[in-house]
């Protein structure tokens, strides 16, 4: 996995600017670059930019850091270990997002994530970061000890996030895309964002539509983007209007596309329709899988 050089200033904290002038002046990194020239950084450079941040902001001149490589970067008394550079693990960087939510600190949440999705595979990210973390938050609103302004930190950070890396992976993949929309009332989104960054992760260009879209409107945008397969997602969606809103598009989609579901409720919404390209998909592994057998098909 490779990084843009915005996503790389978020999961460290070194502005755009900084990172360039750090490489054209030392050469901290030297990012490979991709088909359209612009950097594209691995996780090893992640992980110096961040040392090198750190041991910066702990008085020591980037001219002479820049130097040093990375075992002596961590070997030496440069850096003050913080707490928080060791906690290096999914659950931490969850608790670090909760943190942030309960003191309300935004900006906090966001370099919790960043440095989440800059350091861990996605996967692990998904199952171990965003979806606790979405669960724990619905969990203490229902208790009342966390306000809908402290759910709304963590929901628009996830948010920002998800679609910034979406946007950087849409712009090196190519052809018919996977669609991500849900039809009816459903309003939860997360579980068609978390699915869209995975497949744009295996090179599936993308096309996030979101919820609540008519079932007329979306059977003539799948058509119109020329879907190879349409994914969706129900969390509260036991309503018979839900149903009856699949029901339709079913009849009015393409007889060959694709169509996936998945979320909490999508075994109860789809249970009584029998049809072949419906498939229910109850977590991330399987949907990796039918992934894979997409891109087989289509080669
Ligand atoms: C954020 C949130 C909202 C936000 C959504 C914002 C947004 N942009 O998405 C807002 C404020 C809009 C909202 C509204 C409501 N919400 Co709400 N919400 C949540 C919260 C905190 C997170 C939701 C979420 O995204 N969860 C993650 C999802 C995706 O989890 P999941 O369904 O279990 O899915 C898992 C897997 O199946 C997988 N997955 C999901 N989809 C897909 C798809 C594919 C293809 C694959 C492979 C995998 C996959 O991902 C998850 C991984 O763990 C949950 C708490 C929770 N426990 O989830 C409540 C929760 C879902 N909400 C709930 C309720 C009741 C509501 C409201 C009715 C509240 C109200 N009275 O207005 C409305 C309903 C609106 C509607 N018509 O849909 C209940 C649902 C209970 C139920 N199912 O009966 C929950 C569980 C809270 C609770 N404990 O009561 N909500």
Known sequence: MVYTIKAVSMATGVSIETLRAWERRYGVVQ?????SGRRAYEPADVLRLKKLREATENGHAISKLAKLSD?????????????????????????RMLKAAENYQPDQCDHALSMAMALLPLLEVIKQVIS???????????????TIGQERIISQSIEKHVTIALDNYNRITAGSPIVFAIVGSERHEFGILMSA???????????YIGPEIPAEDLA??????????????????KTASNKNELRKLLGLCPSW????????????????????RLIVIDNF???EQELDLLAIKNQ
């Open 197 to 207: 960054l995975l497949a744009a992760s295996h090179g599936f260009r993308c096309v």
């Open 31 to 35: 990012p490979k670059r991709d088909a």
């Open 71 to 95: 075992e002596q970067l961590n070997s030496t008394a440069l850096m003050a270990q913080s707490a928080t550079a060791l906690e290096h693990n999914a659950p931490a960087f969850a608790q």
């Open 132 to 146: 606790p973390v979405l669960k724990t938050v619905g969990e203490r609103w229902h208790q009342g000890s966390l």
């Open 220 to 237: 003539v945008l799948v058509t119109r983007v020329n879907a190879r397969a349409l994914v969706m997602s129900f969390v509260f969606s």
């Open 257 to 276: 596309l694709p169509i996936w579901v998945g979320g909490s409720d999508s075994a109860s919404l789809t249970a009584g329709i029998t049809d072949s």
């Open 285 to 287: 592994e399987r949907y």
